[in-house]
Every structure is written in structure tokens, then in C-alpha cells.
């Protein structure tokens, strides 16, 4: 019999991710994965930057970076005719213009999947306390008070294993056989619309290093397509957009088809192509009803599939592990009550659900559903960085301080960084010992308290509560012995004066803030973090 505290079913990045965050949280875990090693095939491409910040606090960052593509290769979205023939059009995303960069430390990244995954797999391994198994299938699974038991198989021998976990984290893809299991329910639509994907090598370079860009759109009467740059040379996507309406079916797509239509797309007849690969698929814009049953949570595209326009799929379940791992961790250490766990649902599903809603309207105004060309979007992102950095949870996990909520799913409004609780803690340049650092950089894997340079009090009242986990970290903003805001943006960022306080959470998220100073601030803090870890009810 195999005891674990957690069992993640699925090796994608997002149960990687998983085993990593809690190997960080010393929390031990077992990843299984039915195939026998990561993704042999592209599928994702695009990490966004909250993402990025998410793998530069796991200290992946660099590493993901290199085994992606140079930065500033893919600085463009471009519509043609051909790759070889008429432009229509040319943008730079939303997320590349300077206003938008400013608010993170952390660019995105374009890195296939196929390259990532191999990335957070040695530094899981790396990582320890948790174990990662390939070739190995959860067959079977119930749920017991207080744990989850089942059978794991391995693929080649057929050996069994019973195993008995405290909590199974389902990341096992949009099939998940744990969220059939348990009977969930996706809401929102099915089958909107479909698509093909091939994966091919052929040398593009003379029709793209002009224009280095993630994604060429092809618009023609009889072809709508996308050019999608892995390596930017000769390792390439090209996604078919709606073939039914065209009149073809998924069989029509041999090698010599699809090989015809790349030409097409490029626009030279005689181009030497190379098929790697076809997969035939339809984009769904549905969520789980519910992320949490007992012991069992579902994560990434177990709990949410959506249209990739946007590039949100992968992003989403990431920051779905990193919400969660912190507070498995806590429950496990006996730091938090169980019910902190029911906040992993508050928290999260609302969040997919607006994030799904937008992808799917923004694939809609591409014409996803129409054979028509020459479709610009008529709805572009406006608030894509919202839905990067703009998920604001409310939950029990979270002390509002009265402030009104900021809109995420409004299309026309813009992203304002906040310090609201429950939202993404924002980004600000600070200086600790002639060294620039961000904000961002203070956080992980415990709490952490940012005070204002008259703000000692606070500071004091962390050093008096004994937290043994999650830990507890001070610092003073403004103060020569500890963070210098040089530019001093510090406390309008934050929202607080030179005597008030903000505490963060381990995910980066704004758990309490507390404008200015007050009396008591030991027995404040030690209210606020029983609340925050549910040890005792939360605020009328």
C-alpha cells in the first residue's frame, strides 16, 4: 500500500507545475502520467506573463525562457493574403506595448509545450519532496473519510499498486476520467466550432524574419488559416479554421492534403513540406460546475476548456495549482481548517468562467463560426490584461476593506494594477542593498507583510506571532535597513499610507490591507490570519 499526502493524476505542465509548487511548500506528492514521458507534440505555445511570474517565484523562469523562443522574436500578429503574397495587416498585441508591459517584472514567453514540459519536469524532480511516475495510470479511485484510495497501474508491467492519498488533484486534461467519475457538470457550450491541426517543418524564414510574429493569419475565399511560430525557422502550426465549412471532413486530411493546403497558405506551389502531424478538434467554451468534490480538486483543462484564441488555456490551469498548492499545504501542516480548501472553488471557477466567456467571444469575432475572409477581430482583446493579471477573488480567504470590486470582464475597460484584497498584489520597482527588485520578488512560499516606512508597529507585531507555516515575513517600504521606493510609487500602488499595511498571500494575491495604522496591531494580525486560514468564522 502506497501512502502519499497528495496524488496528482496527469504529467501536462499543469500537473508538473503541481508537483513542483508543493515539493516547494514541503508538502511530499505523487505525479502520475499514463504516457511515458512529456508532450512529444507543440500543442500550447503562449505563456503569459502572469504565468511567467509565476515560474520566475518557482526560480523556472530563466530556464523556461531558454527553451523557448529570443525574446521579442514573435512582436507581431499578422493577417496575408499568403505568407508570400499581400499583407492585409499587421498589430502588435495588447500585452506588448509599453503601458502593458510596465506592470510586471516578468514578459511573456512563447515556448511549445513540447519544450516547457521537459523544463518544470527536472526541477520537479529536482525539487523533492515529490515523486513523478510515467508509464502509470490511476485506474480506479473512492473516496473514504479524509482520503482518497484507488489503484495505480502500471502501463507496462499491468502491476498494480493500491495507494491511500489525503487529497487527489485531477489534472488530467479535458478527457478526465476523475470528473466523469464524480459526476461534474461542465456549464456554458460545446462544439462551437471546428478546427485541424498540422504540425510540419519547412523552411519559412525568407516570408517571416521581416516580420517575426506569433501567429500569421491567412485569409482567403477558399482557406482560413493560421500560421502558429514554435522555433520560428522551419518547425511549424498551421491550424485550419472551420473546415466543415469548406465541406471537409476530418478523413480528408491525409498527409498529401494537408501538405497541398500549407502550400496554399504560403503561397508557393512547389514548397518543399514535411507533415508531422494532424489532429482534427473542436473548441469547447465550458467550465466545471464544481472544482472541489471531498478530497478530489480538478485543475486546468479538467475543470475548463476554452477556444485558444487569447492563449489562456495553459495559463489558467498553472495559476490554478498555484492558488491551490498553498492551501493544501496549510491544511496538511495543520495550519488552516479544511474548510480553507472550499476557497480553491470561490476563487477560481468564477475567474474561468469570465476568462472562457472572452475567449470565446473573441474566436467569435473572428468569424471561427462562418467561412467568410479577410476577418480582422472585430473585438479585440481591450481588457486582455485583465484577464492576466486582473483575477480579484472574493472568498474567505480574502478581508475586503470596503473598497468597490474591480471589473475583469467589462471588454472596455483597461487593467489598473490594485492592491484591493483579493487582487493580484501589483508590481513596483524597489532598491534592497544597491539592487533593483520588484514587489513580486518578496513573495512565496509564505505570508508577507508590506508596511509603510512609519509603519514599525506592524513589523514588530510579525515578529511577535509565532507562525511556523505558512511563515511570516515583514518588510518596510521606504526605510534605509530594509526596501528603498526610490521612485516612490510604493504607497499609491499599494493604497496605504506611510503608517498602513498590506499582507500577501503565498499565490501573490492581496489576502488584508489596512490603510493606515491602529491600535493593537499583534492581536489585528493574529485575528486576520485566523480568519484568512479559516480558523475561525469568517466576517458577517
Not at 110 to 139: H, K, S, W
Not at 201 to 214: G, I, M, N, S, T
Not at 250 to 275: H, M, N, Q, Y
Request: hydrophobic residues 40%; charged residues 20%; glycine residues 10%.
Amino acid at each position: 500500500m502506497l501512502n502519499i499526502p497528495v496524488l496528482i493524476s496527469g504529467g501536462g505542465p499543469v500537473g508538473l507545475t503541481a508537483s513542483l509548487l508543493l515539493s516547494q511548500h514541503g508538502v511530499r506528492s505523487l505525479l502520475v502520467e499514463r504516457h511515458a514521458g512529456t508532450a512529444i507534440l507543440p500543442k500550447a505555445r503562449g505563456i503569459n506573463a502572469r504565468t511567467m511570474e509565476i515560474f520566475r517565484q518557482c526560480g523556472i523562469d530563466g530556464a523556461v525562457r531558454e527553451a523557448g523562443l529570443a525574446e521579442g522574436s514573435t512582436g507581431l500578429i499578422v493577417w496575408a493574403e499568403t505568407l508570400a503574397g499581400r499583407e492585409i495587416e499587421r498589430r502588435v498585441p495588447g500585452r506588448a506595448i509599453a503601458k502593458n508591459l510596465a506592470v510586471t517584472p516578468a514578459k511573456n514567453c512563447l515556448c511549445a509545450q513540447d519544450d516547457l514540459e521537459p523544463v518544470i519536469r527536472r526541477y520537479a524532480e529536482q525539487a523533492g519532496p515529490g515523486m513523478l511516475r510515467f508509464n502509470t495510470e490511476m485506474t480506479s479511485f473512492s473516496q473514504q473519510p479524509g482520503a482518497v484510495t484507488g489503484i495505480l497501474t502500471d502501463r507496462v508491467t499491468g502491476a498494480e499498486t493500491p495507494f491511500t492519498a489525503r487529497y487527489l488533484i485531477a489534472a488530467e486534461g479535458a478527457q478526465s476520467r476523475v470528473r466523469r467519475a464524480l459526476g461534474m457538470t461542465m456549464v456554458g457550450e460545446e462544439k462551437v466550432y471546428d478546427s485541424v491541426n498540422i504540425l510540419f517543418r519547412a523552411d519559412l524564414a525568407q516570408w517571416v524574419a521581416h516580420r517575426p510574429a506569433a501567429l500569421y493569419f491567412v485569409e482567403q475565399e477558399d482557406l482560413r488559416a493560421t500560421f502558429l511560430t514554435i522555433n520560428g525557422r522551419d518547425r511549424w502550426g498551421f491550424l485550419i479554421h472551420s473546415p466543415t465549412q469548406f465541406g471537409w471532413k476530418a478523413e480528408d486530411f491525409t498527409t498529401e492534403f494537408c501538405a497541398e493546403l500549407i502550400r496554399k497558405g504560403v503561397g508557393i506551389p512547389d514548397l518543399d513540406v514535411s507533415v508531422l502531424g494532424v489532429s482534427p478538434w473542436q473548441a469547447s467554451a465550458i467550465v466545471a460546475d464544481r472544482y472541489r468534490v471531498g478530497n478530489v480538486f480538478l485543475a486546468g483543462d479538467a475543470a475548463h476548456e476554452m477556444p485558444p484564441t487569447g492563449g489562456f488555456g495553459l495559463n489558467t490551469g498553472v495559476q490554478d495549482v498555484h492558488n491551490l498548492a498553498w492551501k493544501i499545504a496549510a491544511v496538511l501542516r495543520g495550519n488552516a481548517d479544511e474548510a480553507l480548501l472550499d476557497s480553491y472553488h470561490a476563487e477560481r471557477q468564477p475567474f474561468a468562467r469570465i476568462v472562457t466567456q472572452n475567449s470565446l467571444a473573441n474566436a467569435l469575432s473572428m468569424g471561427r463560426t462562418a467561412r467568410q475572409s479577410n476577418v480582422l477581430p472585430r473585438r479585440e482583446f481591450l481588457n486582455e490584461q485583465g484577464l492576466i493579471f486582473g483575477a480579484s477573488y472574493e472568498s474567505t480567504a480574502v478581508l475586503p476593506d470596503g473598497t468597490p470590486p474591480v471589473a475583469v470582464d467589462d471588454p472596455v475597460t483597461d487593467y489598473a494594477p490594485s492592491a484591493r484584497p483579493g487582487c493580484r498584489a501589483p508590481h513596483v520597482w524597489l532598491e534592497r542593498g544597491g539592487e533593483k527588485i520588484s514587489t513580486l520578488d518578496l513573495f512565496g512560499p509564505g505570508f508577507v507583510l508590506l508596511a509603510g516606512s512609519r509603519a514599525d508597529a506592524w513589523k514588530r507585531a510579525c515578529r511577535a506571532i509565532d507562525l511556523s507555516w505558512p511563515t511570516l515575513t515583514a518588510f518596510t517600504i521606504g526605510k534605509d535597513d530594509d526596501l528603498i521606493d526610490r521612485e516612490g510609487n510604493w504607497h499609491d500602488a499599494y493604497g496605504v499610507d506611510t503608517d498602513g499595511a498590506v499582507l500577501v498571500r503565498p499565490d501573490g494575491h492581496v489576502g488584508w490591507r489596512s490603510r493606515s495604522g491602529g491600535s493593537n496591531p499583534q492581536d489585528v494580525l493574529r485575528a486576520v490570519l485566523d480568519r484568512l486560514l479559516d480558523r475561525v468564522p469568517a466576517m458577517a
